[in-house]
Protein backbone atom coordinates (compact mmCIF):
# COMPACT_ATOMS: atom_id res chain seq x y z
CA UNK A 1 0.00 0.00 0.00
CA UNK A 2 1.18 3.52 -0.87
CA UNK A 3 2.04 5.77 2.08
CA UNK A 4 0.23 8.47 3.73
CA UNK A 5 1.11 12.26 3.25
CA UNK A 6 -0.28 11.78 7.29
CA UNK A 7 3.09 10.98 9.32
CA UNK A 8 3.05 7.24 10.85
CA UNK A 9 5.21 6.68 13.84
CA UNK A 10 7.21 3.37 13.53
CA UNK A 11 4.83 1.18 16.12
CA UNK A 12 1.54 3.20 15.65
CA UNK A 13 -1.68 1.52 16.36
CA UNK A 14 -3.14 3.79 13.53
CA UNK A 15 -1.13 3.44 10.15
CA UNK A 16 -3.14 3.58 6.18
CA UNK A 17 -3.91 -0.24 6.64
CA UNK A 18 -6.31 0.55 9.93
CA UNK A 19 -8.24 3.88 9.63
CA UNK A 20 -10.75 2.91 12.91
CA UNK A 21 -13.76 4.58 13.30
CA UNK A 22 -14.80 7.38 16.09
CA UNK A 23 -16.56 10.16 16.78
CA UNK A 24 -15.04 13.37 18.09
CA UNK A 25 -15.66 16.76 18.87
CA UNK A 26 -12.74 19.71 19.59
CA UNK A 27 -12.75 23.00 21.45
CA UNK A 28 -13.66 25.44 18.54
CA UNK A 29 -16.39 23.17 17.53
CA UNK A 30 -18.06 21.04 19.85
CA UNK A 31 -20.60 19.39 17.39
CA UNK A 32 -19.53 15.84 17.21
CA UNK A 33 -18.63 13.99 13.80
CA UNK A 34 -17.07 11.10 12.51
CA UNK A 35 -13.24 10.78 12.12
CA UNK A 36 -10.67 7.53 10.94
CA UNK A 37 -7.51 7.85 12.89
CA UNK A 38 -3.82 7.84 10.64
CA UNK A 39 -0.97 7.86 12.57
CA UNK A 40 -0.91 10.61 15.66
CA UNK A 41 -4.51 12.52 14.05
CA UNK A 42 -7.93 12.14 12.47
CA UNK A 43 -9.43 12.58 9.06
CA UNK A 44 -12.49 14.55 9.98
CA UNK A 45 -14.99 12.66 7.74
CA UNK A 46 -18.04 15.44 7.53
CA UNK A 47 -14.95 17.53 6.57
CA UNK A 48 -14.22 15.88 3.32
CA UNK A 49 -17.39 14.04 2.73
CA UNK A 50 -18.27 15.79 -0.08
CA UNK A 51 -15.06 13.85 -1.67
CA UNK A 52 -16.95 10.65 -1.45
CA UNK A 53 -19.96 9.28 -3.68
CA UNK A 54 -22.63 10.54 -3.25
CA UNK A 55 -24.37 7.67 -1.41
CA UNK A 56 -22.14 7.78 1.34
CA UNK A 57 -21.85 11.52 2.16
CA UNK A 58 -25.15 12.12 4.26
CA UNK A 59 -23.67 9.15 6.80
CA UNK A 60 -20.64 10.72 7.00
CA UNK A 61 -21.81 14.09 7.76
CA UNK A 62 -23.73 12.25 11.09
CA UNK A 63 -23.13 12.78 14.90
CA UNK A 64 -22.23 9.12 15.58
CA UNK A 65 -21.75 6.15 13.14
CA UNK A 66 -24.96 4.57 13.07
CA UNK A 67 -25.98 5.79 9.93
CA UNK A 68 -22.68 4.59 8.66
CA UNK A 69 -23.45 1.23 10.15
CA UNK A 70 -26.77 0.77 8.30
CA UNK A 71 -25.56 0.88 5.42
CA UNK A 72 -24.16 -2.31 3.63
CA UNK A 73 -20.88 -3.98 3.36
CA UNK A 74 -20.00 -2.48 0.20
CA UNK A 75 -20.88 0.84 0.96
CA UNK A 76 -18.37 0.19 3.64
CA UNK A 77 -16.04 -0.63 1.79
CA UNK A 78 -16.47 2.05 -1.04
CA UNK A 79 -16.08 4.58 2.33
CA UNK A 80 -12.75 2.79 3.57
CA UNK A 81 -11.16 2.58 0.00
CA UNK A 82 -11.71 6.64 -0.80
CA UNK A 83 -10.39 6.86 2.78
CA UNK A 84 -6.90 5.42 1.69
CA UNK A 85 -7.03 7.14 -1.40
CA UNK A 86 -7.31 10.17 0.34
CA UNK A 87 -4.53 10.03 2.90
CA UNK A 88 -2.25 9.03 0.35
CA UNK A 89 0.59 11.03 -1.04
CA UNK A 90 -0.22 13.36 -4.16
CA UNK A 91 -4.17 12.84 -3.84
CA UNK A 92 -6.69 15.32 -3.94
CA UNK A 93 -6.86 15.99 -0.73
CA UNK A 94 -2.69 16.19 -0.31
CA UNK A 95 -3.28 18.63 -2.98
CA UNK A 96 -5.80 20.68 -1.42
CA UNK A 97 -4.30 23.14 1.13
CA UNK A 98 -6.36 24.60 2.59
CA UNK A 99 -9.17 21.22 3.15
CA UNK A 100 -5.96 19.38 4.70
CA UNK A 101 -5.39 22.36 6.83
CA UNK A 102 -9.01 22.13 8.65
CA UNK A 103 -9.34 18.24 8.35
CA UNK A 104 -6.53 16.98 9.40
CA UNK A 105 -6.57 17.28 13.62
CA UNK A 106 -3.90 15.87 15.49
CA UNK A 107 -5.24 13.87 18.44
CA UNK A 108 -4.16 15.91 21.33
CA UNK A 109 -6.73 18.29 20.40
CA UNK A 110 -9.86 16.46 20.14
CA UNK A 111 -11.98 14.97 22.72
CA UNK A 112 -13.63 11.10 21.54
CA UNK A 113 -17.14 9.98 22.22
CA UNK A 114 -19.20 6.96 22.27
CA UNK A 115 -18.66 5.85 18.50
CA UNK A 116 -22.43 5.03 18.12
CA UNK A 117 -26.12 5.63 20.22
CA UNK A 118 -25.99 1.58 21.19
CA UNK A 119 -29.88 0.28 21.09
CA UNK A 120 -29.02 -2.54 22.70
CA UNK A 121 -26.04 -4.85 24.65
CA UNK A 122 -25.44 -8.04 24.92
CA UNK A 123 -22.61 -9.98 26.24
CA UNK A 124 -21.90 -13.00 25.92
CA UNK A 125 -19.65 -15.81 27.81
CA UNK A 126 -17.54 -17.34 24.85
CA UNK A 127 -14.27 -17.91 26.18
CA UNK A 128 -14.05 -21.96 27.01
CA UNK A 129 -11.00 -20.72 29.50
CA UNK A 130 -12.63 -18.67 31.31
CA UNK A 131 -16.06 -20.66 31.99
CA UNK A 132 -14.09 -23.98 33.09
CA UNK A 133 -11.80 -21.07 35.61
CA UNK A 134 -15.08 -20.41 36.89
CA UNK A 135 -16.82 -23.16 37.09
CA UNK A 136 -13.90 -24.76 38.86
CA UNK A 137 -14.42 -22.30 41.61
CA UNK A 138 -17.95 -22.88 41.97
CA UNK A 139 -18.79 -26.44 40.56
CA UNK A 140 -15.21 -27.70 40.84
CA UNK A 141 -13.54 -29.30 37.93
CA UNK A 142 -15.56 -32.57 37.71
CA UNK A 143 -18.58 -30.19 36.64
CA UNK A 144 -17.02 -27.04 35.63
CA UNK A 145 -18.70 -26.21 31.98
CA UNK A 146 -22.51 -26.50 32.36
CA UNK A 147 -24.21 -29.11 30.48
CA UNK A 148 -25.09 -26.36 27.58
CA UNK A 149 -21.97 -24.33 27.52
CA UNK A 150 -20.65 -26.20 24.56
CA UNK A 151 -23.61 -26.67 22.75
CA UNK A 152 -24.93 -22.85 22.20
CA UNK A 153 -23.28 -19.05 23.03
CA UNK A 154 -24.01 -18.39 26.33
CA UNK A 155 -25.02 -14.83 26.87
CA UNK A 156 -27.59 -12.31 28.31
CA UNK A 157 -29.09 -9.23 27.84
CA UNK A 158 -26.83 -5.94 29.47
CA UNK A 159 -27.53 -2.17 30.15
CA UNK A 160 -26.77 0.04 27.46
CA UNK A 161 -27.20 3.20 29.18
CA UNK A 162 -24.41 2.79 31.23
CA UNK A 163 -21.66 2.04 28.49
CA UNK A 164 -19.66 4.45 28.34
CA UNK A 165 -16.39 5.84 26.47
CA UNK A 166 -12.91 5.37 27.68
CA UNK A 167 -11.56 7.28 30.27
CA UNK A 168 -15.27 7.81 31.99
CA UNK A 169 -14.54 7.15 35.75
CA UNK A 170 -16.97 4.65 36.99
CA UNK A 171 -18.56 4.41 40.52
CA UNK A 172 -17.95 1.59 43.00
CA UNK A 173 -21.37 0.51 43.25
CA UNK A 174 -23.86 -0.01 46.59
CA UNK A 175 -25.54 -2.91 46.56
CA UNK A 176 -26.91 -5.73 48.44
CA UNK A 177 -24.61 -8.90 49.35
CA UNK A 178 -24.42 -12.02 51.74
CA UNK A 179 -21.19 -12.21 54.27
CA UNK A 180 -19.97 -15.60 54.56
CA UNK A 181 -21.95 -17.09 57.07
CA UNK A 182 -24.21 -14.62 57.60
CA UNK A 183 -27.92 -15.85 56.67
CA UNK A 184 -29.29 -12.29 56.19
CA UNK A 185 -27.92 -9.79 53.64
CA UNK A 186 -26.34 -6.48 53.98
CA UNK A 187 -26.35 -3.43 52.13
CA UNK A 188 -23.42 -1.59 51.43
CA UNK A 189 -20.08 -0.56 48.96
CA UNK A 190 -19.39 -3.17 46.88
CA UNK A 191 -15.97 -5.01 48.11
CA UNK A 192 -14.68 -7.37 45.18
CA UNK A 193 -14.77 -5.08 42.81
CA UNK A 194 -13.54 -6.62 38.90
CA UNK A 195 -12.66 -6.00 35.36
CA UNK A 196 -13.31 -7.82 32.38
CA UNK A 197 -10.95 -8.41 29.63
CA UNK A 198 -13.23 -8.21 26.65
CA UNK A 199 -13.68 -7.57 22.78
CA UNK A 200 -16.97 -6.02 21.43
CA UNK A 201 -18.64 -5.62 17.69
CA UNK A 202 -21.07 -3.35 16.37
CA UNK A 203 -23.65 -4.51 14.55
CA UNK A 204 -24.34 -3.09 11.09
CA UNK A 205 -25.76 -3.58 7.81
CA UNK A 206 -29.58 -3.64 7.24
CA UNK A 207 -30.24 -5.85 9.94
CA UNK A 208 -32.62 -8.27 10.12
CA UNK A 209 -36.82 -7.84 10.22
CA UNK A 210 -38.54 -9.39 13.50
CA UNK A 211 -39.42 -13.07 12.88
CA UNK A 212 -35.81 -13.56 10.43
CA UNK A 213 -33.13 -15.35 11.68
CA UNK A 214 -29.40 -14.57 10.41
CA UNK A 215 -27.25 -17.59 8.72
CA UNK A 216 -24.42 -18.44 10.31
CA UNK A 217 -22.55 -17.99 6.90
CA UNK A 218 -24.46 -14.93 6.12
CA UNK A 219 -23.70 -12.59 9.37
CA UNK A 220 -20.10 -11.66 8.43
CA UNK A 221 -22.82 -8.80 6.57
CA UNK A 222 -23.18 -7.51 10.05
CA UNK A 223 -20.42 -6.90 12.19
CA UNK A 224 -19.25 -3.23 11.11
CA UNK A 225 -15.94 -3.46 13.44
CA UNK A 226 -14.65 -4.34 16.56
CA UNK A 227 -13.60 -2.36 19.97
CA UNK A 228 -12.02 -2.95 23.46
CA UNK A 229 -14.33 -3.56 26.47
CA UNK A 230 -14.17 -3.36 30.23
CA UNK A 231 -17.47 -5.26 31.73
CA UNK A 232 -16.69 -3.98 35.45
CA UNK A 233 -18.25 -6.53 37.91
CA UNK A 234 -19.02 -6.38 41.06
CA UNK A 235 -18.28 -10.30 41.98
CA UNK A 236 -19.96 -9.91 45.69
CA UNK A 237 -22.90 -8.43 44.84
CA UNK A 238 -23.71 -10.56 41.83
CA UNK A 239 -23.23 -14.02 44.01
CA UNK A 240 -25.78 -13.15 45.86
CA UNK A 241 -28.34 -11.53 43.08
CA UNK A 242 -27.95 -13.92 40.54
CA UNK A 243 -29.86 -16.95 40.58
CA UNK A 244 -32.29 -17.54 39.77
CA UNK A 245 -32.12 -15.17 36.34
CA UNK A 246 -28.14 -14.04 36.30
CA UNK A 247 -26.60 -11.03 36.26
CA UNK A 248 -28.36 -7.93 36.98
CA UNK A 249 -27.11 -4.91 38.91
CA UNK A 250 -23.64 -6.30 39.89
CA UNK A 251 -22.95 -5.70 35.66
CA UNK A 252 -25.08 -2.27 35.20
CA UNK A 253 -22.41 -0.53 37.31
CA UNK A 254 -20.89 0.54 33.88
CA UNK A 255 -19.47 -1.07 30.84
CA UNK A 256 -15.79 0.89 29.12
CA UNK A 257 -15.33 0.94 25.45
CA UNK A 258 -12.30 2.07 23.68
CA UNK A 259 -13.44 4.86 21.15
CA UNK A 260 -11.65 3.62 18.44
CA UNK A 261 -13.79 0.81 16.21
CA UNK A 262 -11.45 -1.08 14.10
CA UNK A 263 -13.41 -2.31 10.58
CA UNK A 264 -13.43 -5.77 10.10
CA UNK A 265 -11.46 -5.40 6.59
CA UNK A 266 -8.51 -4.44 8.72
CA UNK A 267 -8.29 -7.91 10.43
CA UNK A 268 -8.55 -9.73 7.51
CA UNK A 269 -4.77 -10.57 7.58
CA UNK A 270 -5.10 -11.90 11.05
CA UNK A 271 -7.78 -14.58 10.27
CA UNK A 272 -7.03 -17.26 12.12
CA UNK A 273 -9.04 -20.70 11.87
CA UNK A 274 -12.03 -21.31 14.45
CA UNK A 275 -11.31 -22.45 17.46
CA UNK A 276 -12.05 -26.21 17.61
CA UNK A 277 -15.72 -27.17 19.04
CA UNK A 278 -16.63 -30.80 20.16
CA UNK A 279 -18.94 -31.99 20.10
CA UNK A 280 -20.14 -30.99 16.78
CA UNK A 281 -22.90 -28.11 16.98
CA UNK A 282 -26.01 -27.94 15.32
CA UNK A 283 -26.57 -26.96 12.05
CA UNK A 284 -27.43 -23.52 12.68
CA UNK A 285 -24.21 -23.16 14.12
CA UNK A 286 -22.02 -24.71 11.91
CA UNK A 287 -19.92 -22.30 10.48
CA UNK A 288 -17.98 -22.88 7.19
CA UNK A 289 -16.08 -19.94 7.07
CA UNK A 290 -13.02 -18.70 9.45
CA UNK A 291 -13.72 -16.25 12.10
CA UNK A 292 -11.21 -15.77 14.39
CA UNK A 293 -8.92 -13.50 14.86
CA UNK A 294 -5.18 -13.10 15.79
CA UNK A 295 -5.66 -9.90 18.44
CA UNK A 296 -3.28 -9.97 21.17
CA UNK A 297 -4.80 -8.30 24.42
CA UNK A 298 -2.99 -7.23 27.62
CA UNK A 299 -4.75 -5.61 30.76
CA UNK A 300 -2.42 -2.50 33.03
CA UNK A 301 -3.46 -1.83 36.50
CA UNK A 302 -1.76 1.80 37.80
CA UNK A 303 -2.98 2.15 41.34
CA UNK A 304 -3.14 5.96 42.53
CA UNK A 305 0.26 8.10 42.23
CA UNK A 306 1.92 4.59 40.86
CA UNK A 307 2.76 3.55 37.39
CA UNK A 308 0.80 1.21 35.55
CA UNK A 309 2.12 -2.74 35.45
CA UNK A 310 0.83 -5.22 33.41
CA UNK A 311 -0.97 -7.68 34.48
CA UNK A 312 -2.72 -10.11 31.89
CA UNK A 313 -1.43 -10.52 28.60
CA UNK A 314 -4.77 -12.85 26.28
CA UNK A 315 -5.67 -12.68 22.92
CA UNK A 316 -9.09 -13.25 20.81
CA UNK A 317 -7.82 -16.40 20.01
CA UNK A 318 -8.93 -17.84 22.40
CA UNK A 319 -12.45 -17.26 22.17
CA UNK A 320 -14.89 -20.84 21.38
CA UNK A 321 -17.61 -19.23 20.20
CA UNK A 322 -17.23 -16.72 17.44
CA UNK A 323 -19.44 -13.62 16.51
CA UNK A 324 -21.27 -14.92 13.59
CA UNK A 325 -21.92 -17.92 15.84
CA UNK A 326 -23.37 -15.35 18.67
CA UNK A 327 -25.39 -13.42 16.02
CA UNK A 328 -26.80 -16.57 14.15
CA UNK A 329 -27.93 -17.87 18.03
CA UNK A 330 -29.08 -14.26 18.97
CA UNK A 331 -31.57 -14.07 16.04
CA UNK A 332 -32.01 -17.50 15.92
CA UNK A 333 -35.80 -16.85 17.57
CA UNK A 334 -36.55 -14.43 14.89
CA UNK A 335 -34.82 -11.43 17.66
CA UNK A 336 -34.16 -8.28 15.40
CA UNK A 337 -30.83 -6.68 15.23
CA UNK A 338 -30.31 -2.89 14.87
CA UNK A 339 -27.30 -0.99 13.55
CA UNK A 340 -24.93 0.27 16.83
CA UNK A 341 -26.40 -3.21 18.35
CA UNK A 342 -23.39 -4.00 20.59
CA UNK A 343 -21.76 -7.42 21.29
CA UNK A 344 -19.71 -8.42 23.75
CA UNK A 345 -17.07 -11.61 24.24
CA UNK A 346 -17.53 -12.29 27.76
CA UNK A 347 -13.82 -12.24 29.66
CA UNK A 348 -11.19 -13.47 27.13
CA UNK A 349 -8.93 -16.14 29.01
CA UNK A 350 -6.50 -18.12 27.93
CA UNK A 351 -5.15 -21.34 29.16
CA UNK A 352 -2.22 -20.18 31.48
CA UNK A 353 -2.51 -17.89 35.05
CA UNK A 354 -0.73 -14.87 33.40
CA UNK A 355 -3.62 -15.03 30.64
CA UNK A 356 -6.22 -14.60 32.79
CA UNK A 357 -8.98 -11.90 31.89
CA UNK A 358 -10.14 -11.01 35.26
CA UNK A 359 -9.09 -10.67 38.67
CA UNK A 360 -11.45 -13.04 39.89
CA UNK A 361 -8.94 -15.39 38.06
CA UNK A 362 -5.75 -13.99 38.27
CA UNK A 363 -6.02 -14.54 42.27
CA UNK A 364 -8.49 -17.20 42.05
CA UNK A 365 -11.25 -15.97 43.77
CA UNK A 366 -9.32 -14.19 46.68
CA UNK A 367 -7.20 -16.50 47.68
CA UNK A 368 -3.96 -16.04 45.64
CA UNK A 369 -2.49 -12.02 46.02
CA UNK A 370 -1.51 -10.42 43.07
CA UNK A 371 2.06 -8.38 43.60
CA UNK A 372 2.36 -5.44 42.25
CA UNK A 373 5.65 -3.18 41.75
CA UNK A 374 6.23 -0.91 45.23
CA UNK A 375 5.06 -3.81 47.53
CA UNK A 376 1.14 -3.34 46.95
CA UNK A 377 -0.61 -6.25 46.17
CA UNK A 378 -4.41 -6.81 44.77
CA UNK A 379 -6.90 -9.36 45.16
CA UNK A 380 -9.88 -6.93 43.78
CA UNK A 381 -9.83 -3.21 42.59
CA UNK A 382 -9.44 -0.92 45.15
CA UNK A 383 -10.70 2.90 44.91
CA UNK A 384 -8.74 4.95 42.53
CA UNK A 385 -6.85 1.87 40.87
CA UNK A 386 -7.54 2.52 36.67
CA UNK A 387 -7.39 -0.25 34.39
CA UNK A 388 -6.09 -0.05 31.29
CA UNK A 389 -6.52 -2.49 28.33
CA UNK A 390 -4.71 -2.47 25.00
CA UNK A 391 -5.20 -4.51 21.81
CA UNK A 392 -3.33 -4.80 19.08
CA UNK A 393 -2.73 -7.45 16.19
CA UNK A 394 0.90 -7.59 14.23
CA UNK A 395 2.51 -9.62 11.30
CA UNK A 396 4.89 -8.96 8.64
CA UNK A 397 5.85 -5.50 9.71
CA UNK A 398 1.85 -5.00 9.93
CA UNK A 399 0.73 -3.52 12.85
CA UNK A 400 -3.14 -2.54 13.79
CA UNK A 401 -3.75 -1.52 16.93
CA UNK A 402 -7.48 -0.35 19.31
CA UNK A 403 -6.19 2.18 21.04
CA UNK A 404 -6.74 2.01 24.54
CA UNK A 405 -10.01 1.13 26.84
CA UNK A 406 -9.43 3.04 30.11
CA UNK A 407 -11.32 3.43 33.21
CA UNK A 408 -10.50 4.53 36.87
CA UNK A 409 -12.60 3.33 40.17
CA UNK A 410 -14.25 6.33 41.86
CA UNK A 411 -15.21 5.66 45.56
CA UNK A 412 -19.28 4.58 46.49
CA UNK A 413 -21.83 6.85 47.62
CA UNK A 414 -22.01 7.08 51.11
CA UNK A 415 -24.72 4.36 52.28
CA UNK A 416 -28.52 6.08 52.74
CA UNK A 417 -29.03 5.86 56.45
Known sequence: MSASFVPVPAGSDFPLENLPYAV????????HRLCVAIGEHVLD??????????????????????????LDFEAWDVVRTQTQKLLTKGSELDQNVDLKAVSIIPQTEISLHLPAQIGDYTDFYSSIH??????????GPDNALMPNWRHLPVGYHGRASSVVVSGTPIRRPLGQTLPEGAEKPVFGACKLLDFELEMAFFIGGKGNQLGEPIRVDEAWKNVFGFTLMNDWSARDIQKWEYVPLGPF??????TTISPWVVPTAALKPFLLDNFPQEPEVLPYLRQSVPFNFDINLEVSLKPADQNESRISKSNFKHLYWTPLQQIAHHTVTGCNLRPGDLMASGTISGE????????????WRGTKTLELPGGKTRKFLQDYDEVIIRGHCEKNGLRIGFGECVGQVLPAHPVPQ
Do not use: W
Not at 24 to 31: D, L, P, W
Not at 48 to 67: D, G, I, R
Not at 130 to 137: D, E, R
Open 249 to 254: TAKNLG
Open 130 to 139: HATNVGIMFR
Open 45 to 70: LKAVSQLYPAQVQKSLQAETLNELMG
Open 352 to 363: TPDSYGSLLELC
Open 24 to 31: FSTQNNKV
